[in-house]
């Protein structure tokens, strides 16, 4: 089993639908998870970061982690064609970035 | 110039060629890190410097060979690749290992190999 799951889509939205992304891992000693986003021809950007259970909410975006299903998501409201991107999930077991785990990305296009 | 530079940004090259990748960051950062990103799979971490020394080399093949000379430019020495050396590398850099979370990601380097 892969330590970290994500469909890598890609997943279409009209603009100002909802985007819902997921990932699932197997390790349940992670403890920080991330999600970042790249654009096309460019390196990752962290979006988000959490820390155990939990929402956290930026604007337009919300992380939420659930420990217990070893799951966690990622949601975008209003979305806008400048949205359209890979979003990938990372997580850890300890602080520290050289140990994170990374989902394969999931590419998400936002129709105008 | 801000943030992480990787230069050049697309290369092709030989199975019998050397080349280098460079990676310079103007961030004041300590720690710098080589990613390969291969399509279909996750970010794979190759080598982590920390004040210039090498941390970690995540069981890298030789034919790939880092050089730090100091905390803002990072090196990625090419020789003798194969075609499934082929992906998208990226450099990043970070304040330190442990003190905080979140790479800054240079734009990466295309590498093809033929």
């Known amino acids: 089993q892969k330590e970290v799951e994500q469909d890598p889509g890609p997943l279409s939205v009209p603009e100002g639908a909802i985007v819902s992304l997921n990932c699932t891992y197997s390790?349940?000693?992670?403890?920080?998870f991330m999600w970042y986003r790249q654009y096309s021809r460019k390196g990752p950007e962290l979006l988000m970061y959490?820390?155990?259970?939990g929402n956290k909410e930026d604007g337009r975006f919300t992380a939420q982690v659930d420990k217990s299903s070893k799951y966690i998501s990622l949601f975008i409201r209003d979305s806008q064609p400048s949205d359209s991107a890979t979003y990938l999930c990372?997580?850890?077991?300890?602080?520290?970035?050289?140990?994170?785990?990374f989902g394969k990305g999931n590419q998400v296009v936002v129709i105008p | 110039e801000t943030g992480v530079t990787q230069t050049p940004r697309h290369l092709v090259m030989g199975m019998t060629n050397k080349k280098s990748l460079k990676c310079e960051q103007h961030?004041?950062?300590?720690?710098m890190y080589w990613y390969k990103q291969s399509a279909k799979k996750p970010l794979e971490l190759m080598f982590v410097?920390?004040?210039?020394?090498?941390?970690e080399n995540n069981s890298v093949p030789s034919r790939f060979s880092p050089e730090c000379p100091n905390s803002s430019h990072l090196f990625l020495h090419l020789h003798t690749l194969q075609p499934e050396d082929s992906a998208l590398y990226l450099c990043?850099?970070?304040?330190?290992?442990?003190?905080?979370?979140?790479?800054?990601f240079g734009s990466g380097t295309r590498l093809t190999v033929v």
């Open positions: 390790n349940s000693a992670f403890q920080y």
């Open positions: 959490t820390y155990s259970s």
């Open positions: 410097y920390n004040f210039k020394e090498q941390t």
């Open positions: 990372a997580m850890s077991v300890a602080r520290g970035n050289n140990r994170l785990a």
């Open positions: 990043a850099s970070s304040q330190g290992l442990t003190e905080d979370y979140g790479y800054t």
């Open positions: 961030l004041g950062h300590n720690a």
